[in-house]
């Protein structure tokens, strides 16, 4: 009202004189020049003075004042527009200024603008909400508006609100042109993410410099059970060693439920109920996994065990948990035999199989891993095939007559800590064969027999062995063919199979042979057999079983031989010599000589070693021409055998003396007819010289014999001879001994049974086209006895 009246009163003033107009900022400081009036309104600033000017303001209050002096308005007090206008535009103080003398009137109006001096306010400056996560998208939250008192731009302007993750604000405008603020959820909350959410609201005017207001804004996001459990892996991996106890806790899992209280809780359960492992492994609230029952690492390696974890509400989350069972030693090896062989030959080749086996150990790893090894020092190896399979084959040649079984022990050993083992033993037999040669004890065989035995006489026993076995080794003795002086040798020895015992077969002379060898086979029963022979010597020993034979003088039936020994003959005159052989040999062919028989004993004597025949006093006349000796020769054998010969010793100095002394003495002989005495006499003058040529040599050749010591080895003539008793009693070798024998002895050796066919009797000996060069020697022998004109005799004449 007051105010309408003054502008109705300016209106009025103003017909009076002109209007002036100011405009001025709010908040000017006091004294501050709103505007020159003086000047403005045309008056002089004496006028002002004189005119006692001053401000009409009504009862309105005084913001400004007038400087009369200097013609002036100043500010008289700080202006506030939005005081003294609030909302209202445009604001503006309205006075006069009046003079007097004369009284005038001049209205002023001063226009105050608006200067943005205020910020926008909140009125609370936090705010607090508590806000279900599960609110759901769009819900709307109601927040307080800012006030700005300036106007226009420097009123309030626009909102912000950050952070913008969750919420925007939206504004409707409101009917008294103010703004309802609004906050939307345009993003879920998660309280599992962000519990607590701070925003700042900030309102913003429009002013220069531009002002604002902040509110804060507390959100609480409250829980919500919608989190299921979820497990910290999506597969666990655990392991546990077979046969661990039961109760053992194999692992621990742990599902998180990210909800709030009893919306966290959570509680597993094995899922595999079909399974055998839920009979195994039991899960409990805390998630631990615990061994229920036995596990056997050779049953199951591993366990797949779907574990289910469950939260209050409902919500579940499944995870794997793979369990590795760890393997422990715990089997041993096992080997099987799959085919073995109980003997092999003791030829087999090398690397011949004996045996096949298989070796399993169920463990694994090292646990599993088996070495198999044989004892050692036989020749025998173990050989890894393949694939758990060894073979047991023969390593060097094997030898019967060496080892005949083998225990073969086959060890088979796992690498596991500690390890197991376990073994198998294979008895093996080797069997014979034939490779072993009969072997004679000895390399060669002598035996002595003497001679005249008995036949089928045992001489002795050849042994052969063979270390074979069984028939490999039966021996039996076989005479091999040979023959001994072109005689088939089974017609002297015969060899016993069996035993090897060597019998004669006949009975031998010495005088015919006086050793022979042979070889006898020992073969085995093999097949095909074997065989080695040894060679025996048979030497045959002599038995004095020849007497001396006198082969000077020369005793005839009828003929008259003596010796000369002239009358002058000196003591110690070799009047003749005995020469006699013996056939055997050694002592039982060392003669000596003796008188036995003597005319006069005191005028002869006879060498006792050469049987020569000399004088031993002078020869007297008293004599007798006719001497009559008879020498005894015996040989050295046991007992001993003997000859006698009669010797005639003629004592004179002439032919007629003898002969006339011999006339007598042939008186009653058949020859009287002289002219043949002389030619008796005559050749027995021959006679002498040749056989005192051949006494000196048999004497030197004896001598030799003795010397060399050789038994019958002389080149002294052989005497023809029959054995006197065995001529004819013996057959045939060829028979077995006994058989033989037997035949001879039943029938009359006599007969031509026995004597035609049997090469080893001595008749036929003689038949024989093969011996006949002994006879030819034996005749040519006697013929340079016999004949005058033989090589020997001339070349002893020649000498003589
Ligand atoms: C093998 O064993 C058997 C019985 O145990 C025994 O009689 C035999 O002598 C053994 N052989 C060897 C070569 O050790
Ligand atoms: C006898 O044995 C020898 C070797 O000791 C051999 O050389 C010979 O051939 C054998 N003789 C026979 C007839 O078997």
Not at 234 to 248: C, Q, R
Not at 608 to 637: C, F, M, P, Y
Not at 737 to 746: G, L, P
Request: proline fraction near 4%.
């Amino acid at each position: 009202m007051e105010r309408q009246v003054l502008i109705i009163s300016i209106l009025c003033l103003s017909y009076v004189v002109g209007q002036v107009s100011y405009s001025v900022p709010e908040e000017m400081a006091k004294g501050s020049l709103v505007g020159n009036i003086a000047q403005d309104l045309g008056l002089d600033v004496k006028r002002l003075g004189s005119g006692k000017a001053r401000l009409y303001t009504g009862d309105s209050a005084q913001y400004i004042e007038l400087n009369r002096e200097r013609g002036v308005l100043l500010i008289k007090e700080k202006i506030d527009r939005e005081v003294l206008c609030r909302q209202t535009t445009p604001c503006a103080l309205h006075f006069q200024i009046t003079l007097e003398s004369p009284l005038e009137l001049f209205p002023v109006t001063v226009e105050i603008t608006d200067v943005n001096d205020n910020a926008p306010v909140f009125q609370k400056e936090e705010r607090v909400f508590e806000i279900s996560e599960s609110a759901i998208v769009g819900s709307k939250f109601m927040l307080e508006k800012a006030i700005d008192p300036d106007i226009g731009l420097n009123g309030l302007q626009r909102y912000t609100l950050k952070p913008s993750d969750n919420f925007v604000l939206k504004l409707h405008a409101q009917s008294d042109g103010s703004k309802k603020v609004e906050m939307i959820l345009q993003k879920p909350l998660d309280r599992e993410k962000q519990e607590h959410i701070s925003l700042v609201l900030t309102a913003e005017d429009g002013g220069e410099p531009q002002m604002t207001g902040t509110m804060k804004i507390y959100v609480t996001v409250l829980d919500a059970n919608d989190n299921a459990p979820v497990f910290s892996k999506p597969v666990y991996k655990a392991s546990i060693t077979e046969n661990s106890v039961k109760g053992t806790l194999v692992t621990k899992v742990t599902a998180s439920d990210a909800d709030k209280g009893t919306n966290g809780e959570v509680t597993y359960v094995i899922g595999n109920s079909m399974d055998t492992v839920s009979k195994l492994f039991h899960i409990n609230n805390e998630g631990d996994v615990i061994l229920d029952g036995l596990i056997d690492y050779e049953i199951e390696k591993n366990y797949n065990i779907d574990i289910e974890a469950i939260g209050q509400g409902g919500l579940s989350d499944s995870s794997k948990l793979i369990i590795d069972v760890i393997d422990v030693n715990d089997n041993r090896p096992v080997v099987n035999m799959i085919s073995a062989s109980g003997s092999i030959p003791e030829d087999s080749a090398r690397k011949t199989v004996i045996a096949l086996m298989s070796v399993n150990d169920p463990d694994s790893e090292n646990n599993g891993k088996v070495n198999c090894v044989i004892n050692e020092n036989i020749p025998f190896e173990i050989k890894f095939t393949s694939n758990n399979f060894y073979s047991l084959v023969t390593d060097s040649d094997l030898d019967r007559e060496r080892a005949s079984n083998y225990n073969i022990t086959v060890i088979c050993t796992d690498e596991g800590v500690p390890s197991l083992s376990s073994s198998v033993t294979l008895t093996l037999q080797i069997s014979d064969v034939n490779d072993n040669a009969p072997v004679f004890e000895r390399s060669s065989y002598e035996a002595y027999i003497v001679e005249n035995n008995t036949p089928s006489l045992s001489i002795f026993t050849v042994k052969a062995t063979d270390a074979d076995w069984n028939q490999n080794a039966r021996v039996s003795y076989i005479l091999e063919d040979s023959s001994v002086n072109g005689v088939p040798v089974s017609s002297y020895v015969s060899v016993s199979a069996d035993s090897g015992v060597i019998h004669a077969v006949r009975s031998f002379d010495y005088e015919q042979i006086k050793d022979f060898h042979f070889r006898v086979k020992a073969q085995d029963g093999g097949s095909p057999p074997l065989s080695s022979n040894v060679t025996v010597k048979i030497m045959i020993q002599d038995q004095n079983d020849n007497p001396p034979q006198v082969l000077y003088p020369v005793q005839t039936g009828g003929s008259l031989v003596a010796e000369m020994v002239p009358r002058s003959a000196d003591v110690g005159y070799l009047v003749t010599k005995v020469v006699a052989v013996d056939v055997d040999s050694g002592q039982n062919a060392w003669l000596s000589y003796k008188l036995q028989k003597a005319t006069d004993r005191a005028l002869f004597e006879v060498g006792l070693q050469n049987g020569e025949i000399r004088t031993i006093r002078q020869v007297t006349d008293k004599d007798a021409v006719k001497q009559r000796l008879t020498v005894i020769v015996e040989d050295n054998g046991q007992p001993s055998r003997s000859a006698t010969v009669v010797v005639n010793v003629a004592v004179a100095d002439s032919f007629p003396e003898v002969l006339s002394e011999f006339t007598e003495l042939t008186h009653d002989k058949e020859y009287n007819d002289n002219l043949t005495f002389y030619l008796v006499l005559a050749l027995a003058v021959v006679s002498f010289l040749f056989i005192t040529c051949l006494v000196v040599i048999i004497s030197v050749k004896i001598y030799r014999w003795r010397q060399s010591r050789i038994l019958y080895h002389s080149n002294l003539p052989v005497i023809p001879y029959y054995p006197p008793r065995y001529s004819d009693t013996l057959g045939t070798g060829t028979l077995p001994h006994v058989y033989n024998y037997e035949v001879c002895r039943t029938t009359d050796s006599r007969k031509s049974d026995c004597k035609f066919g049997r090469a080893g009797s001595q008749n036929v000996l003689i038949m024989d086209p093969s011996s006949t060069g002994t006879m030819q020697r034996i005749q040519s022998e006697k013929s340079i006895l016999d004949e005058p004109d033989s090589p020997l005799e001339r070349q002893e004449a020649h000498t003589g």
